[in-house]
């Protein structure tokens, strides 16, 4: 797509194909920043790969493993399979809009930053389901429920929480970036 094509879908929402969900459809809002301020998140996270959503399938497996220690091994069964791998996660997860946020610069960024951000539902969590941020729309930066906040130190107020991408209670329950 053309920068006009995609300015134009940024101000008006609409449907865009999208390479890291293997040229899925994905519906985006309307964006709440100016379009060419959200631009240019928008096309690094088109430019990236199907591969590297298979890479950061390590963070859904951990979103879901806490979930399964919290409520039980019946999310398996729900799920109709046997164990939670990076393989088949991705089976879990239907993405249902791209929507932007922006933190600027001061406590929670270090420099004002756009995310590119999805919602989602999951089959492990169907009352939070998914969120994923991108800062710049090419660096994964949270991937967990769905709470709003760009990033996780935003989340709990705690900007050394922003060192996970899955922030799941404990250090050893969380993942970090690659």
Not at 99 to 113: I, N, P, R, S, V
Not at 128 to 145: D, E, F, I, Y
Request: charged share 25%; aromatic share 10%; with cysteine.
């Amino acid at each position: 797509m053309t920068d006009q094509e995609l300015l134009i879908i940024l101000d008006t929402g609409g449907e865009i194909a999208v390479p890291y969900f293997n040229g899925d459809t994905i519906q985006m809002d309307a964006c709440d920043l100016e379009p060419t301020e959200a631009l240019p998140a928008l096309k690094n996270f088109l430019a990236l790969s199907n591969e590297q959503r298979q890479s950061d399938a390590r963070h859904l497996v951990a979103y879901c493993k806490l979930m399964i220690e919290a409520v039980g091994e019946e999310v398996l069964e729900d799920m109709e399979v046997s164990e939670v791998t990076a393989e088949k996660i991705w089976n879990h997860t239907q993405v249902s809009h791209i929507f932007f946020g922006k933190l600027d610069a001061g406590k929670y960024a270090a420099e004002t930053t756009v995310y590119l951000q999805i919602e989602g539902n999951v089959d492990w969590e169907p009352e939070h389901g998914l969120q994923m941020s991108w800062a710049n729309g090419n660096k994964l930066v949270k991937a967990g429920p769905f709470d709003g906040h760009p990033t996780n130190g935003h989340a709990y107020a705690k900007p050394e929480y922003d060192r996970y991408v899955f922030y799941g209670d404990t250090k050893e329950s969380s993942t970090l970036p690659d």
